[in-house]
Each structure stands twice: as C-alpha cells, then as structure tokens.
C-alpha cells in the first residue's frame, strides 16, 4: 500500500478495536526527500510536485496540507495514528529546515513520530 504512505490512510477500512494505532510513513515528496546528485530541489522551494506540469510551492503550508490527510482520518474514524517512519537523505538542500516544519508539525498536532535512520556501513 504505497509504503504505509499518508496518500493511502483514506483507503484503509478500520477496525472496531479500541487498541487500534495505525501506522504511516513519511517520506513524501520522494523526488526530494531521496533525490541524488545533481541537487536541484530544494526546501523550502518550487518543483512539481504532483508531475501535472506545473510547479508547486513547496513548503510548511504544503506539508501542513499533506498532514490533513492524517487529521481528516483521525476525525472521521477515531483511532491515532503514528508516523513510524520518516526522513530523508541528509545532503538534501534545506533538509535541517524541512526537518524541522515537519517534526513541528507533528508536535503541534501530537502525532508520535519516529526518526528512520538508515546509518551506512
């Protein structure tokens, strides 16, 4: 299901258990969040994002909006939702910035996260 992405938490049909945490991963938007060299997205910035040909802020605001997926889910169905996963390559242009929106953005809504260290060896 997309990687656990947020795109597909409306999809889900929920259980009736009152135990019930479901689980996200964030690592949208990928072309940046794992683009590899050369770097030429950035945070905060403007690409398209969506691939319709036109380019999108891409922002606080943007990630703010993506993130009402998960709030919309939570109103509607009830349970909480984490985001086990998230991240992206460290040599990204802006990525302390981005870093810091989204994890506020988590705090603000008291979404419980989870950093996804992928150490090399």
Not at 24 to 37: A, D, L, N, R
Not at 40 to 69: A, H, Q, T, V
Not at 94 to 102: C, I, T, V
């Amino acid at each position: 299901m997309g990687y656990s992405s947020i795109y597909w938490l409306p999809c889900l049909v929920p259980e009736n258990d009152p135990n019930i945490v479901y689980v996200v991963h964030q690592y949208e938007p990928v072309q940046y969040t794992h683009q590899t060299p050369p770097l030429k997205i950035r945070y905060p910035g403007e690409f398209d994002i969506d691939w319709d040909g036109r380019r999108d802020s891409f922002n606080k605001r943007w990630m703010d909006e993506l993130f009402g997926i998960i709030d919309e889910f939570k109103a509607e169905q009830g349970p909480p939702v984490t985001v086990m996963e998230f991240g992206l390559m460290r040599w990204e242009p802006g990525a302390a910035s981005f870093m810091d929106d989204e994890m506020s953005l988590f705090e603000q809504r008291g979404i419980n996260h989870a950093l996804w260290v992928w150490d090399s060896s």
